[in-house]
């Protein structure tokens, strides 16, 4: 019984990932492409926990929380790369004389 409700947790979750690639290739800004890839990475780590308890390995939970850490390096590193280009673009446009 508790193999069925995994398995079905984890189809929800692998749907959820789709949606995810779904709003990855419609995505109107990069920052919306970004929080749908996080989407995916989280639904990942949680797929990856329930495999773990299911076949009863504990490697898979290393391999969620390596997948954990890489998404958070990811999302500081786009954050900052956002935030240097918006600056750059907001000192042009001052030295350009628009506002």
Not at 16 to 35: E, F, K
Not at 76 to 82: E, K, L, S
Not at 85 to 90: A, G, P, S, T, V
Request: glycine content about 6%; hydrophobic content about 55%; charged content about 15%.
């Amino acid at each position: 019984m508790t193999t069925y409700l995994y398995a079905t947790g984890a189809i929800l979750l692998l749907a959820n990932a789709g949606v995810g690639t779904w709003c990855i290739l419609r995505g109107p800004t990069s920052a919306d492409r970004m929080l749908a890839a996080e989407m995916i990475t989280t639904s990942a780590i949680a797929v990856l926990l329930l495999l773990s308890i299911v076949s009863d390995q504990s490697a898979l939970v290393d391999v969620a929380l390596l997948f954990a850490l890489l998404a958070a390096v990811a999302m500081a590193n786009f954050v900052t790369r956002t935030w240097t280009l918006l600056r750059d673009d907001k000192d042009t446009r001052e030295e350009a004389g628009h506002d």
